[in-house]
């Protein structure tokens, strides 16, 4: 198990296709249980493809794009977490949004259930079928189709991976928008429809904000070109905000223009050891008051995040054993003007006592040596056997109020509890892991951390969506008027209901 969860962390920062990854991993590893099975689910009246019905995909598709072979499906129907496993007998991979259409228009027809699928990195069970939908897999659809070096607008095919798509901008003096420890499988498409925040989401905001306009093809196989590179576009609703973070219930994206702000010239990372989780506040404060305009990260883990990421990948810690780790970063236009704000920055606090050691960057391999590490902590954890994952959006004063009211509810259960993210959004990532899964933990946890997500008027997900795992959950962040809308919604676009289902609404 070691070796391959290595070899999956590797892979996630070298823009290697999440085929290998998936398939490496399951090699040697026992297949999860079925979704099904583990979490009671009833199969709804979808039809059950037939022979013709793949006869019709080849004759519309080539050979290749249509897989049907076990040993070819089985990656597309375990998530990245291994905690989810459809039963799919067919996976399509569309080239172009035509393909896609086609298809969707067929599965209406004929009440076959689809799942889209991008990079497979989605930790809600969203990515992958339950039953035996069929998945479109959006990787062969990875054209760059044009970037505007002026407006930084970047057209592309929803399969592009993200990582690719930051290298492609890089080298003509531009950044993606969005960061995320994912980005060497995840696609673009993938990005928009889970509404991907990220590292950088404190300083480059959202992808509501980024995405300037996308093409996406509906239920029925219709078409919606809503591609525009257009930064102002008061024409009417705003369409493209239905696919962002709709997570593939409502429509496939196919295409995405987004805004790709300018490269920074200088970057500065520093990575700091603080006392308690009053400091990290009192810290942040600090930073958005000295650094201001330059902030671009301000994110947080604690000891066991940090100290178990490094143990078990045998990553570097640049400073010694704290409470707490704070990693601020800063992107500007002058390198000697930015790391003097840093330095100062470090001082001052090491002088009041807020920072207890600490170290600052800016050359781009030491910079990336702390950023594995920070970005490491999301799949570190499945060394230990199995992780629940919780992202939460909590109001920042209470920010790591439930770890340790989950460490304390927990006594007793073997586990470790810990907590990192990106504070700056209030956004916390809750991990749990236990030697193997089990109902009695499960029991403790859910629906207690939504519960107490709830009192303190947070959201039950920040960043991964609401995808299989939490649909009955998400009345806890909904009220009951908002989920009968979303119902609506779901209805005009995809009547038949074939778009992912058992994902994001509830059953009423
Ligand atoms: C190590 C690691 C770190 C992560 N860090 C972050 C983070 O910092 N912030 C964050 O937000 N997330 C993070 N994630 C979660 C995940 O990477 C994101 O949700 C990502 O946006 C998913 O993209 P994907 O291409 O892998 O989509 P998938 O996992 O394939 O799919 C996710 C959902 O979108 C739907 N979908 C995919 N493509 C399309 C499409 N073209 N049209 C319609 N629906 C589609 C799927 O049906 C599914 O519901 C992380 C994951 C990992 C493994």
Redesign the pocket.
Known sequence: MLKSVIVL?RT?GTSKP?LILSQTRFASQALPQLSATKYNVRRKDFGVVQSEDVNYFKSILSEEQVLTEESDVLPFNI???KNCRGQTKVVLKPKSTQQVSQILAYCNERRLAV??????????G??VPVFDEIV?S?GS?NKIISLDETSGALVCE??CI?ETLDNYVRDRNLIMP?????KG???????????????RLLRYGNLHGSVMGLE?VKADGTIVDCLRTLKKDNTGYHLKHL?IG????L????KVAVHCPVLPKAQTLGFFGVKDFDSVLRLYRSAKASLGEILSAFEMADNYSIQSTSKNLNLPNPIADFPFYVLVETHGSDETHDSEKLNRFLEREMGSGLILDGTVASEPAKMQTIWNLR??I??AGLLEGYVYKY?VSIPVGHYYDLVPKLRERMKGVTTKVYGYG?IGDGNI?INVTVPKYSKQATALLEPYIFEEVAKLKGSIS????V?FRKPQFVHYSKDPAALDLMRDLKRLMDPNGIL?PY??LPDP
């Open positions: 962390v996630l999440n998530d990245w977490i799942c889209p699928q991008g990079g497979n990195t989605g930790l809600v969203g990515s479109l959006l659809m929803a399969g993200l969005l960061d995320l420890g994912a499988s995840c696609h673009i498409g993938g990005n928009v429809s889970t509404n991907a925040g990220g590292l996406a696919f709709s997570e593939g219930t429509g496939l994206v196919t970005e490491s999301a799949g992202d990106h990532h920040a960043e991964h969506g995808g992912n994902k994001v």
